[in-house]
């Protein structure tokens, strides 16, 4: 007879909830619904942003690097749009089949990959507008300055209180 992390009514004792695996799946669901409404509302303004930028009469004035950075740029927000909302299609086409915890896998995974989009999408975006306001090489300080302040509040914080909270469970 094998071992089961689960009690004899399905719930897992390591969690410190008194939640089934299907529980757990469903309050990570919401969990992480919350988060993609967040990401997708500001995702979607930019990426909205980004394409008008075609139409208006300065941008027949960048340079071809500037309009290379653009283009980058917009395929940048339409990748982060895809990947952000990737989660609610793939939840769509499986409901009802009985795969919750693998769709929390999946939407999961694919909101990690819109915030790393996201901030290359941040950063070219800022590229672009500080290179025509500036005309130099500021620019690029400036966009490497932030990139490394979206790192560190994005990924190193958080993974830094998970490094922790690991180190303090194994004590």
């Known amino acids: 007879m094998t071992s089961t992390p689960y009690d004899s009514g399905g719930r897992d004792p390591g969690t410190g909830r008194d939640e089934t695996p299907e529980e757990r799946a469903d309050r990570r669901w919401g969990e992480l ?3 993609l409404r967040v990401a997708q509302t500001g ?3 930019l990426f909205g942003f980004l394409l008008a930028v075609v139409f208006q009469p300065r941008f027949a004035e960048l340079s071809d690097t500037d309009r290379i950075i653009y283009v980058v740029t917009v395929m940048l927000g339409a990748a982060t749009v895809a990947a952000l909302i990737g989660p609610v299609s793939y939840h769509r086409l499986v409901a009802g089949r009985r795969l919750k915890p ?4 999946w939407a999961a995974r694919l909101t990690v990959l819109g915030l790393v989009l996201l901030v ?3 950063c070219s975006t800022l590229l672009l507008i500080l290179r025509v306001a500036l005309h130099d090489s500021l620019a690029l300080v400036l966009v490497a300055g932030m990139a490394l302040w979206f790192l560190v509040c994005w ?3 958080p993974a830094r209180a998970l490094a ?8």
């Open 33 to 35: 619904l919350q988060e």
């Open 164 to 171: 922790r909270s690991t180190r303090e469970r194994e004590k």
């Open 43 to 45: 995702v979607q303004i």
């Open 102 to 105: 693998q769709t929390v896998t």
């Open 155 to 157: 990924f190193v914080i």
């Open 120 to 122: 290359c999408t941040m």
